[in-house]
């Protein structure tokens, strides 16, 4: 990423925002009636950098780099968060190490100080690197028990080629032979501080986190972006053998990425589907015909792709028709959409969007995430009124440029289901 | 923050607590039923019911009930556990008046026998999808074995043998015994208008019958077991060890609380560093569950099958050390630090602090600001852990593992003993008063 301006600082309505020549960003809300305060740093080293003969790199970085850092030792780290009331979690995503945080607002900056440490000065230690292998392992192994999760994985691993379609726990037998040298050689190549976002929100100053971000940040170096390879299509369909009780059934299709004109659309149409208890995934197969508990779809977007992910999980014997059914419901959207329908979408993209204002975390993962995506934080106001310009006829002509077709479906359970031709 | 309480003549009882920060609402409707009320014959009824209360009235069918939930953007659910059963909503505030209309509605459903057909597919369903994830599984076996033939080790769900008998006739029965005036709590959180609340629910439930629907309480006589339940196409070992707690109408269920957290938090605690950190399990959590006559603590193990007796002997040591050796002050300092501020965002929200409001009225009958909370947490000593240790014992456990293993006791582990002895001593508790329950939409 290119280095902005030196120093630019500036208010966008209620955010505070800075970028530093080394192209580390900072965004912050300012929620004076909350008690706590929450951060999100982004840092550009997710797992579509693990090399391709060490797939779970990222993953074992995001628990190897707790342990030490700066000052403190492994068991000093979580100490002091847990004496801070931090609740945290590092993870792996597709382009970023995502690093979370929350607490008492008053304890917002000595946590940032330690995750500061983390991100810049992680020990990575030899002797910890076997335990973290097996727990990165066990992650491996007890994904086998949990079907849901399983069959999402296979989902996007079919959906997307890799290493978009990747999952972040990787190759068992990559993750058996992965070296600290491989770690500690992930770490320096993807670190850096051009391309980090970091956000906060709660009961702050903003002046006073651009202070503190300055101090812990502004002097580090940036480095260049590391190169990574997307890989082929995958094979867009699989089942996945289990002797469960149910099948579970994943559909994937393409939809317009955010940032992109037709995306409130498109996050509309994914609300007609899954929104509330009255949208048609909900109503047509469970309500009318009882074939599933659990069934929904959800939006999912990288910068320059986006799919729509729809599960449903049900008895081997009803897996055909539940799969027949939601087919016909995707390949129906295009006949259009009721003014009822989007009334109701509009009410719960209104409800949502106010509800969130009450949660710290949901805020600095959403001020991350515009900045992410659109380089810029919306305001409410242009969220609202994009909400209530949505009309049956944009919807209804967004879906027939965009149908849902070529689907990507991947089944797990007894038997395989009959997938109709696209 | 403002307080608010009023008893309708039926002997509904509502209550409120105004946020004036809060920008939504939140109402939660806690009927005192649950697993634990059930007959034998009518197991799973209480979570079944939960489900057709959304299927419509008089008024509404089930697809209007959902198109009118949705046309108000309301955010809700409803989730059964052994002892309550929620219904709630969170909305903006202006649509508060229509939340509570069709809130009060579906409460008086007209449980019509065809939706009961097609209803009762979703519950099988939802039955069979726990069965296929071995966690869930083993923790109904620990349950039961648990609480050996006392109502608290009731199925939730009930099973597929019992759902299927269930007649219509039955749950009729079943909610005109439970649902009664006096056995539901009105919880409100956020923004609203006191007066005006209470008008609307005199107008919409004043007609409700009134009546009690008292509960059998009997102190559950624990009983220390192992069972091992042999799975081969499960990949890892899951084990529940349970131990005895003290009851949420307990004082003491902060020192409970903290204890477990000491013990068994997900980071920082004593077992996170026996057997998380070290990479020899993959879960090594132990939490506190309350309920009104009795309490529980739950450990969870889930590792490499020919690792689970070494670790299930090793968590055991962990407690029985800290039985024989108490607590460190900073240890319980770093579980107050943490809970307290997990406290505070719990109920920051509307929705969490209806939650907390109305659990605790349905436990104590007592209104408890966020502050008196946080100061009952703070005021947790050491020698009160050592006392909880003492009352408790956790010397025998009940212990279930679920998974490929055949047998979990291979002669060098103590703890997994065929019997039931094991080298712990007291427990932990470790801490959410919500109930684990199971919610009517299977969200991703």
């Known amino acids: 990423m290119r280095e902005l301006a030196s120093h630019k600082e500036e208010r966008l309505a209620e955010i505070y925002h800075r970028t530093w020549p080394n192209g580390l960003t900072l965004l912050v809300e300012e929620m004076p009636e909350v008690r706590t305060a929450a951060f999100t740093m982004l840092v550009p080293a997710g797992h579509i950098y693990d090399p391709p003969q060490g797939q779970g790199t990222a993953n074992v970085l995001s628990e190897l780099i707790l342990r030490g850092a700066g000052s403190r030792d492994s068991r000093k780290i979580v100490l002091d968060l847990d004496a801070l009331g931090v609740d945290y979690s590092v993870s792996a995503g597709s382009f970023h190490m995502n690093f979370w945080g929350v607490t008492i607002a008053d304890n917002l900056v000595p946590a940032l100080e330690i995750f500061a440490d983390v991100v810049r000065a992680p020990h990575l230690p030899a002797k910890e690197l076997p335990a973290v292998r097996e727990l990165a392992l066990g992650a491996l192994d007890s994904l086998e028990d949990e079907p849901r999760e399983k069959v999402l994985v296979e989902l996007a691993r079919h959906h997307y080629p890799p290493p978009l379609g990747n999952d972040y726990r990787g190759d068992r037998e990559h993750v058996e032979r992965l070296t600290i040298e491989n770690v500690r050689e992930f770490y320096n190549r993807t670190f850096r501080p051009n391309g980090t976002i970091v956000s906060v929100a709660g009961r702050v100053r903003g002046e006073e986190i651009g202070q503190v971000v300055e101090r812990l940040f502004g002097s580090w170096s940036s480095q260049p972006e590391p190169i990574w390879q997307l890989g082929p299509e995958p094979q867009h369909y699989a089942h996945i053998p289990r002797q469960t009780q149910q099948t579970q059934i994943g559909v994937a299709y393409a939809a317009v990425p955010f940032g992109q004109d037709d995306y409130y659309a498109a996050r509309a149409v994914v609300a007609v589907l899954s929104g509330g208890m009255s949208s048609r995934l909900f109503t047509e197969v469970r309500e009318k015909r009882g074939l599933c508990y659990a069934v929904w779809a959800s939006y999912h977007s990288f910068k320059d792709r986006a799919a729509v992910f729809c599960y449903a999980g049900t008895t081997a014997d009803r897996a055909q028709e539940t799969l027949d059914v939601l087919l016909a419901e995707l390949r129906r959207l295009p006949e259009g959409v009721s003014d009822e329908e989007i009334r109701r979408v509009q009410a719960g993209l209104k409800s949502a969007l106010i509800m969130q204002q009450e949660s710290a975390s949901a805020r600095a993962s959403s001020l991350a995430s515009d900045w992410y995506y659109l380089g810029r934080v919306r305001s409410l106001d242009e969220i609202q009124h994009e909400i209530d310009t949505l009309t049956p006829q944009r919807l209804t002509q967004h879906l027939r440029q965009y149908p849902p077709q070529n689907f990507t479906i991947v089944t797990l359970g007894p038997k395989p289901l009959q997938i109709p031709v696209a | 923050m403002q307080f608010h309480y009023q008893r309708l003549p039926n002997g509904l009882e509502i209550l409120g607590e105004f946020m004036p920060q809060s920008r939504s609402v939140a109402v939660g409707f806690f009927v005192k039923t649950g697993a634990r009320d059930e007959r034998p014959e009518e197991a799973g009824v209480s979570h079944f019911l939960e489900h057709m209360v959304f299927k419509g009235t008089e008024r509404r069918t089930a697809l209007d009930v959902n198109r009118d939930f949705d046309a108000i953007g309301a955010h809700y659910n409803a989730c059964t556990g052994e002892e309550t059963t929620l219904f709630w909503a969170a909305v903006l505030p202006e649509y508060l008046a229509d939340a509570l209309d069709i809130l009060t509605d579906i409460l008086r459903p ?182 009104q006559d009795a309490g529980a603590f739950f450990t969870y193990l889930c590792c490499d099958p020919q690792d689970a007796a070494g670790n299930l002997e090793l968590a055991m040591q962990t407690i029985a050390q800290a039985v024989r050796d108490g607590v460190q002050e900073e240890e319980i300092h770093q579980a107050q630090s943490k809970l307290a501020s997990r406290l505070v965002r719990g109920n920051e929200r509307p929705y969490g602090r209806m939650r907390s409001l109305g659990y605790s009225w349905v436990y104590l009958q007592q209104y408890r600001s966020l502050e008196e909370e946080l100061a009952r947490l703070r005021a947790v000593q050491r020698d009160q852990l050592v006392a909880l240790m003492e009352q408790n014992d956790l010397e025998h456990a009940t212990i279930v593992a679920l998974g490929p293993l055949a047998e979990l006791s291979c002669g060098d582990s103590e703890g997994a003993r065929g019997g039931a002895a094991v080298s712990a001593s007291r427990a932990d508790p470790a801490s959410n008063p919500a109930q684990p329950g199971f919610s009517l939409r299977g969200l991703p």
Not at chain 2, 128 to 133: I, L, N, P, V
Not at chain 2, 201 to 221: F, V
Request: glycine share 6%; aromatic share 12%; charged share 25%.
């Open chain 2, 110 to 291: 007209s449980l019509r026998q065809e939706d009961f057909d097609l209803e009762k597919q979703v519950i099988l369903e939802e039955i069979r999808m726990y069965e296929d994830q071995p966690m869930w599984s083993a923790y109904d076996q620990a349950v039961t074995l648990f609480f050996d033939g006392h109502p608290l080790g009731h199925r939730i769900l009930g099973t597929v043998e019992s759902i299927s008998a269930l007649s219509r006739e039955q749950m009729v029965e079943y909610y005109h015994r439970r649902y009664v005036a006096g056995n539901i709590v009105v919880a409100l959180a956020g923004r609203f208008d006191w007066a005006k609340t209470v008008e609307w629910l005199e107008k919409y439930c004043g007609n409700w019958p009134a009546g009690e629907a008292p509960r059998q309480l009997l102190p559950p006589q624990v009983r220390p077991a192992t069972k091992t339940i042999q799975r081969p196409q499960v990949n890892q070992e899951h084990m529940f060890v349970l131990l005895p707690a003290p009851p949420a109408t307990s004082e003491w269920r902060y020192a409970a609380e903290v204890l477990a957290t000491v013990l068994g938090d997900d980071t920082g605690s004593r077992l996170y560093w026996a057997l998380i950190d070290p990479g020899r399990a993959d879960a090594a959590d132990m939490s506190y569950h309350e309920y």
